[in-house]
């Protein structure tokens, strides 16, 4: 068994292999690190980090594969608001990857985690992630009146003003689903106003300036997103996609 120190230092490696592009590598060591595990958080970590390097490659399935046990290891032992966010993350990588029936069943359960919480924020909170979610995998298919639906219910339930820090992730909905129905002009206003940290976001700014002509903000916003050395779902769409247009 490793120690603790030893196995934090695979994960670190890691996930500095999968900003690298060397992923396969990086799951050598994401490996290792869980079959040595000497904690629950430390296997944790090392699930999670397995599915992220399966995202970087928009490998749904195989993120599924090793994160998904850990969602049912938080339901097993009641964790509501950690098996909501476990499934959530999953579902994100699933969405990104293309896989929209996967993405929908795994927001519906980290919707039907999450609600399990006792304070009505926390419903709250789970609500609007559920229609943020459904609006997004609608809008993905092409349905712009399920999209808008869901978009209205959305901010019905950020209206509460229970969550105001979910505020900013409005935007970010509207740009999205006006992106995916084809309304780049209102995608890059929308766009603009949510989170430009994130890396997701700056990846979504560059493709909606490519799709209105502008190609040099494009490169512009994608050389930005290259900026993030975050190891999580955003980051592991943007930095694929922001290194292969910047090159």
């Known amino acids: 068994m490793l120690s603790e120190d030893a196995t934090a230092d695979l994960l670190r490696e890691g996930r500095q292999m999968d900003l690298n592009g060397q992923y396969s590598e990086a799951r050598e060591r994401f490996q290792k690190a869980l079959q040595q595990a000497t904690t629950a958080q430390a296997k944790a970590q090392a699930q999670r980090s397995l599915a992220v390097s399966y995202a970087f490659e928009g490998d749904c399935k195989n993120a599924v594969k090793y994160e998904?046990?850990?969602?049912?290891?938080?339901?097993?032992?009641?964790?509501?608001?950690?098996?909501?966010?476990?499934?959530?993350?999953?579902?994100?990588?699933?969405?990104?990857?293309?896989?929209?029936?996967?993405?929908?069943?795994?927001?519906?359960?980290?919707?039907?985690?999450?609600?399990?919480?006792?304070?009505?924020?926390?419903?709250?909170?789970?609500?609007?992630r559920w229609e943020h979610a459904q609006a997004r995998i609608a809008a993905r298919r092409g349905?712009?009146?399920?999209?808008?639906?869901?978009?209205?219910?959305?901010?019905?339930?950020?209206?509460?003003?229970?969550?105001?820090?979910?505020?900013?992730?409005?935007?970010?909905?509207l740009g999205y689903v006006a992106f995916y129905g084809g309304d780049f002009k209102t995608a890059l206003a929308e766009f603009q106003k949510a989170n430009q940290n994130d890396p997701f976001i700056l990846a979504m700014i560059?493709?909606?300036?490519?799709?209105?002509g502008e190609k040099?903000?494009?490169?512009?916003?994608y050389?930005?997103?290259?900026?993030?050395?975050?190891?999580?779902?955003p980051n592991a769409y943007a930095r694929p996609l922001a290194k292969k247009k910047s090159s």
Do not use: M
């Open 68 to 128: 998904g046990p850990l969602y049912e290891t938080y339901l097993t032992s009641k964790s509501f608001f950690e098996a909501g966010e476990t499934a959530d993350e999953l579902a994100r990588i699933c969405i990104d990857a293309g896989d929209l029936d996967q993405a929908y069943q795994w927001y519906q359960k980290g919707h039907q985690a999450g609600v399990n919480e006792p304070e009505e924020k926390q419903k709250d909170l789970w609500n609007f």
């Open 206 to 212: 560059a493709q909606t300036y490519e799709k209105l």
């Open 223 to 233: 050389r930005k997103a290259l900026g993030s050395n975050a190891h999580n779902p």
């Open 143 to 173: 349905n712009k009146a399920e999209a808008q639906k869901h978009v209205e219910a959305a901010k019905a339930v950020l209206d509460k003003d229970s969550n105001p820090q979910q505020a900013p992730f409005f935007p970010y909905l």
């Open 216 to 221: 040099a903000q494009a490169l512009e916003f």
